[in-house]
């Protein structure tokens, strides 16, 4: 099975991570949330998510996808660890699979990784980058970048990427037990 690294930041979208993280899970992904630091971490609207491992656990391991929830607060963090832009460089170097939601695409492109690519965030958040085809679309890939506007986007966001993980019966097996309309 697919294995998923969720990295965890304090001021990170809940909405996004549990979105993501339960999704995942339900497709039967093997998914490790992983926290900066030990301990709690406190979401953008105070929920507390705890992280299965630290960073430092598995920055050895391997993992085809590596997702980062978005949140300005966490993608702040996310943008300022090293350790997560030199993963972000050898998941690309290696050709796996590197996506970010809403205000987390700016830690791609913070990396070089969004250059001369096409991508999506929340709105602002890529403005300022030259060298991105900005895009208004909810969910957008570009070879092994998998960029999302944002909050309202997460569902097809997880969706999307357990399509590409896992096919699209899998997909639609998650889907049709959500009851979405």
Known sequence: MATVLVPLAHGCEELEAVTLI????????????????????????????????????????????????????????????????????????QGR???????????????????????????GILDDRAGIRLSGAAVVRDGTFITSRGPGTALDFALSLIEILCGRAQRDTVEAALQRP
């Open 22 to 93: 339960d999704l995942f899970r339900r497709a039967g992904l093997t998914v490790t949330v992983a926290g900066l630091e030990a301990g709690p971490v406190t979401a953008s609207r105070g929920v507390v998510l705890l992280p299965d491992v630290t960073l430092d656990d598995v920055l050895d391991q391997d993992f085809d996808m590596v997702v980062l929830p978005g949140g300005l607060g966490g993608a702040q963090r996310l943008e300022a660890d090293r350790r997560i832009t030199a993963l972000l460089r050898r998941m690309a170097e």
């Open 97 to 123: 699979y590197v996506a970010a939601i809403c205000a987390a695409p700016k830690v791609l492109a913070s990396a070089g990784l969004l250059d001369d690519r096409e991508a999506t965030a929340y709105p």
